[in-house]
């Protein structure tokens, strides 16, 4: 159980305490919420996830789920040490699972937690394109993306009437948690993050499929597909902060070849469906 509950004025402190290097953009990033608080409930809301659904473990496709997640880890291990960062995952916990439902949908939780819906895999069509999501999902936890998003959600909080910030099994921050990092939303229908965030889960996610050794010229392809799916339903560009999926494809397709190089650069020169 994890039930500790702090004050608002503590959780302000611990604010202020916590600005760290985004090793992929090299950007300092503001962490609002430290690791040691992070990690904890990220596998505690994890386990639950996977305990209200029906996780499938056996078969071609759970093994693919495995296959590819693990390569995508390693991949971000290589990468991470090759530019200076080479404890970056020692806290994480690597887990690939794959749920069944028709939901298009796919999400990293930080300390490495992933999980893809069995109704994203016609969109994800191959190997390389379960690859490409796995990647970009990846890219989000790694670059803490959910926790600059909770942070902001638990200011947002914070500033108004509640006077205090509880943060662990109750309702409210189970809320908190799973809007932080988009649990529930759909991959290209409703994506969770700002189109500041969704290009750069792009641009390391192609660096990270290219190096675990899968065709980056896919993602684009992946991302036709999603678009095909959404059928022209996405939000309406006034509304969506997010990349246009033609932006999107039209940035995948030229960024395809330096990922290829950046591979290279790890002894990787082919690359598979
Ligand atoms: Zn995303």
Redesign the pocket.
């Known amino acids: 159980m994890y039930k500790f509950k702090f004050y608002t004025s503590f959780l302000l402190m611990l604010f202020f305490f916590s600005c760290g290097q985004n090793p992929f953009t090299g950007k300092s990033t503001l962490a609002l919420v430290p690791n040691s608080q992070i990690l904890p409930m990220s596998f505690q809301q994890y386990n639950k996830v996977l305990e209200e659904s029906k996780v499938i473990k056996e078969g071609d496709q759970a093994q693919m789920i495995q296959r590819v997640g693990l390569k995508i880890a390693n991949a971000s291990e290589r990468w991470l040490a090759a530019n200076g960062y080479p404890n970056y995952t020692d806290n994480y916990k690597w887990e690939f699972s794959l749920i069944e439902g028709d939901q298009v949908n796919a999400w990293a939780m930080p300390g490495g937690k992933v999980a893809f819906y069995t109704g994203i895999l016609p969109i994800a069509k191959n190997e390389a394109g379960v690859a490409a999501i796995m990647g ?2 990846v ?2 936890a790694l670059a803490n ?1 959910g926790q600059q998003r909770m942070s902001a959600g638990q200011l947002q909080q914070a500033a108004g009437a509640v006077g205090m910030l509880a943060i662990g099994d109750d309702q409210q921050s189970q809320e908190i948690f799973a809007t932080a990092y ?1 649990i529930g939303s759909q ?1 290209g229908v409703m ?3 700002s189109r500041k ?2 290009t750069e ?2 641009k390391i ?1 192609l660096n990270l499929m290219a190096i675990a050794g899968y065709d980056p010229d896919e993602a684009a392809e992946l991302w036709m597909r999603m678009k095909e799916n959404s059928d022209g339903a996405g939000p309406p560009p006034f509304l969506s902060t ?1 990349p246009s999926n033609d932006e999107r494809i039209r940035n995948l397709q030229n960024w395809s070849s330096q990922a290829k190089k950046e591979a290279a650069k790890f002894g990787v020169n082919s690359f598979q469906n």
């Open positions: 970009h999902e890219a989000h993306h988009g991959v994506l969770p993050f965030h969704e889960a792009d996610g997010h």
